[in-house]
């Protein structure tokens, strides 16, 4: 099983803010990586897939990069609606797994 | 746009039997898709439980693989998550998704809340 370990645990920005998440897999996933958004009562909001394509909808202030086993999500600048627990979810082999989760809260 | 409901028991007792399904809107169950069941424990993480095709394949996580099963109804546009043997540990929200396939990302069901206790 391939494990994916998110940091930090809990990152505390202001708005206006550049948010830098980190996705590091125990082993290569190639571009096989997502990330999601989610926000307390609802469920996960796909932003990025294949590393670093977003999704219908989703701002450009939100990007993905990386490759392997290094991956890094990217709110450029922080609006007040992206306080919210980040998930990294690899797509390379089965069981998928996602990642504990980032936790974004205002500073 | 495809829209995906969780129904079943929001309680279920211990040893028992949790059984949920999914109703499918906006698209077919025939279709090209993986429908999978993903499960977030309260105030934790997210964990894959696994998923089905349309053919009737399915990949389960290991870690639950000897007590799950999924089905599929396509006249009804349904797919359906059944595990025996609950304890507390199996108390979670519970979503259902669609995977498009490994170069796309989930698109997510509301969830619903299955609480374990007797």
């Known amino acids: 099983e391939i494990v994916l370990t998110q940091s930090p645990a809990t990152l505390s920005l202001s708005p206006g803010e550049r948010a830098t998440l980190s996705c590091r897999a125990s082993?290569?996933?190639?571009?096989?990586l997502v990330w999601y958004q989610q926000k307390p009562g609802q469920a996960p909001r796909l932003l990025i897939y294949d590393a670093s394509n977003r999704a219908t909808g989703i701002p450009a202030s939100f990007s993905g990069s990386g490759s392997g086993t290094d991956f890094t999500l990217t709110i450029s600048s922080l609006e007040p609606e992206d306080f919210a627990v980040y998930y990294c979810q690899q797509r390379s082999n089965w069981p998928y797994t996602f990642g504990q989760g980032t936790k974004l809260e205002i500073k | 746009q495809v829209q995906l409901l969780e129904s079943g028991p929001g309680l279920v007792k211990p040893s028992g039997t949790l059984s949920l399904t999914c109703t499918v809107s906006g698209t077919s169950i025939s279709s090209s898709n993986w429908w999978s069941w993903v499960r977030q424990p309260p105030g934790k993480g997210l964990e894959w439980i696994g998923e089905i095709f349309h053919s009737g394949r399915a990949n389960y996580n290991p870690s639950l693989e000897s007590r799950v099963t999924f089905s599929l109804d396509k006249p009804k546009n349904q797919f359906s998550l059944r595990l025996t043997s609950v304890t507390a540990a199996d108390t979670a929200v519970y979503y259902c998704?669609?995977?498009?396939?490994?170069?796309?990302?989930?698109?997510w069901g509301q969830g619903t809340l299955v609480t374990v206790s007797s």
């Open positions: 082993q290569s996933v190639g571009s096989y």
């Open positions: 998704a669609r995977d498009p396939g490994r170069s796309s990302g989930f698109d």
